[in-house]
């Protein structure tokens, strides 16, 4: 899988970014606290992106409701993501429900690399 976005830059030190650059429902818990993040991003949305792929929905917005102002969802889909308790339905691929879980890790050093998820 490659993903890619020629619309979206960053600025590197010391091998992370510092950019907050992209959309929210694939920021990593790195990028809302402002820490710098690097190469396990792109690893953490593989996992958003399975589980969207496998659910049709983001695991980070199960619990918006209409009534939100844009401001309300922003704030809980971060909330949401600092927790990272992912709620998977009853027909969840088991495999699949592994991967996640070890891609989706709220510490990036935690996270599979390219080659174990391989």
């Known amino acids: 899988m490659k993903l890619c976005d020629f619309g ?38 593989i996992g958003v992106m399975t589980y969207e792929l496998l659910t049709g929905k983001n ?10 102002s844009d401001m309300e969802k922003d704030t809980k889909i971060q909330e949401n993501i600092l927790k990272c308790k992912l709620k998977f339905p009853p027909d969840f691929p088991a495999l699949a429900k592994d991967f996640v879980n070890k891609v989706v890790k709220k510490e ?11």
């Open 59 to 68: 695991p980070f917005m199960l619990n918006l409701t209409q009534s939100m």
């Open 8 to 45: 979206c830059t960053n600025v590197m030190n010391k091998d992370l970014r510092q950019t907050e650059v992209g959309t929210i429902v694939y920021f990593t818990p790195e990028m809302i606290n402002r820490e710098g993040h690097d190469q396990s991003t792109d690893i953490w949305c």
């Open 108 to 118: 990036k050093n935690r996270r599979l690399s390219l080659e174990q998820m391989l």
